[in-house]
């Protein structure tokens, strides 16, 4: 759902996740006023495989590694381990906005299941073009993995535009 603010597109989305839900589905809903870094630190604990999966992912992106540590008090803290620094530090408490939505963005889209309908409000905020494009990739490739899922963005940015072919406006 692209278009220009006051367009009606939360509207349509949040009317969209009434409709789902009603047929059943799972509804998940990532609103734009998320909090970056927010809601995500009981599966980085409990789900080793999309811990890792994330691991994996956003390390080859930055080269950097980033891993996930736990505290003493339970909680999973992603860490950045600069190998050319020689230096580790507290994702959450050091990086830019954009790494810390991308983790969100990225909790959210490997966990959904099938039955699921994910809807993504705005999930360019604070994202350079690039991880907008990295992004959509990461959701086609779990929409191939996941043909049960639902997935909506709202959104202003063009970069989550691709119409390759006149069959993707369907």
């Not at 009603?22 to 811990?51: M, Q, S, W």
């Not at 891993?67 to 003493?72: A, G, I």
């Not at 994202?127 to 639902?150: D, K």
Request: proline share 5%; aromatic share 10%; charged share 20%.
């Amino acid at each position: 759902i692209v278009g220009p603010n006051g367009s009606g597109k939360t509207l349509l989305a949040e009317e969209l996740a009434f409709q789902f839900a009603d047929a059943g589905y799972t509804i998940r809903y990532l609103k734009a006023d998320r909090v970056p870094g927010a809601g995500h630190n009981d599966v980085l604990r409990e789900d080793t495989a999309v811990r890792e999966r994330i691991q994996g992912v956003l390390s080859s992106m930055f080269g950097k590694a980033i891993v996930f540590r736990e505290t003493p008090e339970g909680s999973v803290v992603p860490v950045v381990v600069n190998r050319a620094w020689n230096v580790e530090y507290n994702l959450q408490q050091a990086e830019c906005h954009g790494l810390k939505e991308i983790l969100v963005l990225l909790t959210a889209l490997y966990t959904a299941q099938d039955g699921c309908c994910l809807l993504f409000d705005e999930p360019e905020l604070h994202l350079h073009p690039q991880f907008q494009l990295f992004f959509m990739n990461e959701l086609r490739r779990t929409a191939a993995e996941r043909p049960g899922t639902v997935f909506f963005l709202v959104t202003h940015s063009p970069f989550f535009i691709d119409l390759r072919y006149p069959e993707g406006l369907m």
